[in-house]
Nanobody, 119 residues
Framework: QVQLVESGGGLVQPGGSLRLSCAAS??????LTWGWHRQAPGKQRDLV?????????SYADSVKGRFTISRDSAKNTVYLSMNSLKPEDTTVYYC?????????????WGQGTQVTVSS
């Protein structure tokens, strides 16, 4: 019903920057909340950042001051700008959206995009 497609991952050196994007498509009335999570192999999926429909943002302590979440409501797209990247930021990043559709409110995930921080 709703699909999330991520892009922008890749390999970057420590201290570098990347910008992730996630575009939503389908039977969307409105997107209530966007989020980015990350999950290393064998570990739980951790919240990185969220942004509400009112533009209120929140961040994990580990990324505060380095990562910025933003959205383009007209394009149903969310972004994660990542600066001062560290090797410990290496993992798969997942986009999340809480979406109002004609049939109700649902939660959706993207397929994940790999971010590797290495020299």
């Amino acid at each position: 019903q709703v699909q999330l497609v991520e892009s922008g991952g890749g390999l970057v050196q420590p201290g570098g920057s990347l910008r992730l994007s996630c575009a939503a498509s389908g039977r969307i009335i409105s997107i209530l909340t966007w989020g980015w999570h990350r999950q290393a192999p064998g570990k739980q999926r951790d919240l990185v950042a969220t942004i509400t429909s009112n533009g209120v943002t929140s961040y994990a302590d580990s990324v505060k001051g380095r990562f910025t979440i933003s959205r383009d409501s007209a394009k149903n797209t969310v972004y994660l700008s990542m600066n001062s990247l560290k090797p410990e930021d290496t993992t798969v990043y997942y986009c999340y959206a809480k979406v109002r559709t004609p049939t109700g409110v649902g939660q959706y995930w993207g397929q994940g995009t790999q971010v590797t921080v290495s020299s």
